[in-house]
């Protein structure tokens, strides 16, 4: 949104999000996220992700007000809620913000997950859908290793989702999984069969121009695991998940940027209402 926010050619959603607000620039912050994701909308004929505000991903109540907010917002411009899924980040708060929302049909995606921790913790929480990071996994693995690179079948973000498929097919978890964050096409061939991806333009071009079968490596009946369903209290999942230095470091690194862009587009919208 930041990106898009600069570009000429999205000029008017975002000076009509300041024109709306009328000086408030929390709410000129959001009327930008809905005026997106409303034109995403016109275009594509499923769901749009709208994001919580990053600063607010270990407050409960106020993701939950956020996510409220926007959904008030889409329904007011005739937008259904299950169009939209509210993104909140796999922290603890995030999946009690998760849990309280789903239970008013308010659907969530929850977004810097890289650990099976994580993935419990949001499928207890019957989120509607998890976006595992696998390009950012394997960037840290790379320079923790220090390694150039890993054959598909054993890099560390496609072996995560792999992990946390089986472990959702195997308990009967409904939340969908989505693989996010893509490097290379080989990381998509090796989760195909994942209930979604999400895959970058350059990368669809890559697979559109490629030649020979595509192997199916998810499947519900073929994939189980071994591991007992985790019933996480708060102090076990917080535990457990500092015992993944890497997951640890790539949600902190993830709210530390999404909450630094947050502040760059606010100063645009400041600086486009003075």
Known sequence: ??????????????????VDAKGDLSLALDLVFVNFGEAILDIVPGRVSTEVDARLSFDVKKSVEKARRFI????????????????????????????????????CN???????????????????????????ILDWYKKAENKESYPAEKDPGVLSVQEIYAYYKTHGYPTEIMGASFRNKEEVLELAGCDLLTISPKLLAELEQGVGQVTRKLSPDKSRCEQPKKVLTESAFRFAFNENPMAVEKLSEGIRKFSADIRTLEAYLKKMGS
């Open 1 to 18: 949104i930041l990106a898009a926010a600069k570009m000429s050619e999205f000029e008017e959603l975002v000076k009509k999000a300041v």
């Open 72 to 107: 008030r917002e889409y329904q007011s411009r005739g937008i259904p809620r299950e169009r939209v899924l509210i993104k909140l980040a796999s922290t603890w708060e995030g999946a009690l913000a998760a849990k309280e929302l789903e239970k008013e049909g308010i659907h």
């Open 110 to 136: 929850m977004t810097l997950l890289f650990s099976l921790e994580q993935a419990a913790l949001c499928a207890e929480a019957r989120a509607t859908l998890i976006s595992p990071f696998v390009g950012r």
